[in-house]
């Protein structure tokens, strides 16, 4: 606590402690002086020196979302805050309550195009619910308490901005106290729409469920609904964490990383309820027979036509409706359940088992022996791409274990700054960034930050050289793979050179000891996995314009020289190829 003198920096530190806010993550700046210098003074609040201001803003994101609680960042003016947005934005399109504190130029010398002057309230507002700037005393600490309202209240950023000399001066206004409303709204909606759900259920002979993250705290009451229904239920990426585990109805994940017979159980349905979710692909859903319930008008409807949109929270939705509702029989169950298990057969188990002898490594072995090794309580942070296809088919759920990633704005190198959040939230937690080459690369200064803060974080990096998912897009569109490949790289020699504990594998009978090496050293490791760059994710549902496209650009490889790589590619997928 300060003096009853205080700057404004000092008071926004005060707001934010009382806030429950125990870290900051950012880099330090001239326009962020006072700030820094607030905290430094401060017991209560942590500096946490990253080496990106884009790395702070995932790790803000991944403690919000681990912890539901807000995360604060901050970054200086001009340059400072355009690295920041990217972290912003991911943190914002989760819908995790992230505070980012944007410091400006000096307010005499906003608008004069003055050295690193840009427009944080202009650059901002796409990435956050709020972003208002503070531009004298009077207006702390009201601003920054609407500030975490809005992060908090709406679930996502918000972004103060404020001038180095303005957080410099004296305050106006004392601090008083504040409570923050964080709850969201539980509500049901009304009788008369539950009843015409209940009737459209009712009269369906086939239901099927897809879940997303919206049913994360009404796990019990989709599965009670479930068992009345003897529907299959099925489940986004968002959604794997509360519905994956333990539950005898599950029919696996649809969408471009998915896997099983979620995608035929959404589509031989009578009626598909599909509760929580605002799932962005529309070619894997029916397009018909569609009932969406979920907690924010804007989102119902607008991914798929609908039969009937609900409008409420999931958990209360489903409580109202049950009473409601006759019980089905398991047919359409049973057939969907011996469907899933002949897909898991053929799509998830295909590269690991009999492959021991293969090289270069299947990731998808990778993946699954990494599953086999972690604590049953770890944090998993993918990278977007191939990473997070390996994460999603083969990271078992079990309601202690997270996954974290960057699943809406879908940014690279998020893994590892994820990572960071993480750990820097619960250093006796195993915490697992699955990291792409392709994502490390872009931020492998934050390897230093692990090592700075002695973190005892763990990175299994998949090499395989490679922008993978890129280079299967481009097959998918009938083009030939052109600019993915690039060097190979040492990571764990660059690791070992910053201090951490590294080991580089390429047998996969050297993975499993590798593995254990790595995860079981007291400190930050890596474990560097050369990996085959060909290996494909086929998604549950492949269209014949993907495999027309697929084969033209099989076709132009061929053409232009590259029937050896064809070759490779053929032998390294053939049990992945969908009939």
Known sequence: MFGKKQTVAEQLVEVLVQAGVRRVYGIVGDSLNAFTDAIRRNDELEWVHVHNEEAAAFAASAEAQLTGRLAVCAGSCGPGNTHLIQGVFDAHRMGAPVLAIASHIASTEI???FFQETDPKRLFEQASHWTEMISGPRQMPRLARMAIQQAVGRRGAAVLVIPGDVMAEDTVEDTGTAHYATGGVLGAPPAE????LADRINRAEKVAIF??????????????LAEVLNAPVGHTLRGKESLQYDNPYDVGMSG???YGACYDACHEA???????????????????NTVQVDIDPARVGRRTALELGVVGDVGATIRALLPELRRKDRKFLDRMLHK???????????????????????????????????DDDAVFTADTGMCSSWAARYVTMNGRRRLVGSWVHGSMANALPHAIGAQMLDRRRQVIAMAGDGGLAMLLGELLTVRTHRLPLKVVVFNNSSLAMVRLEMMVSGDPAFETDHDHVDFAAIARAIGFHAVRVGKPDELREALRSVLDHDGPALLDVVTDPVALEMPPHVTKEEMAGFALSVGRTVLSGGVGQMVHVARANIRNIPH
């Open 340 to 374: 899933h298990v002949e897909k898991l057969d053929h799509v998830v188990n295909a590269y690991t088992t009999g492959i021991e002898d293969m090289t270069p490594m299947h990731p998808e072995f990778v993946a699954a022996m990494l599953d086999e090794a972690a």
């Open 111 to 113: 608008g004069t195009g």
């Open 270 to 288: 009578d009626l598909l309820l599909m509760l929580g979710t605002d799932f962005p692909y529309r070619q894997f859903l029916p397009q018909r």
């Open 256 to 258: 471009l990383l998915g």
């Open 193 to 196: 729409v539950i009843a015409e």
């Open 211 to 224: 879940g997303g993250i919206g049913c994360a705290q009404a796990r019990d009451e989709v599965l009670q």
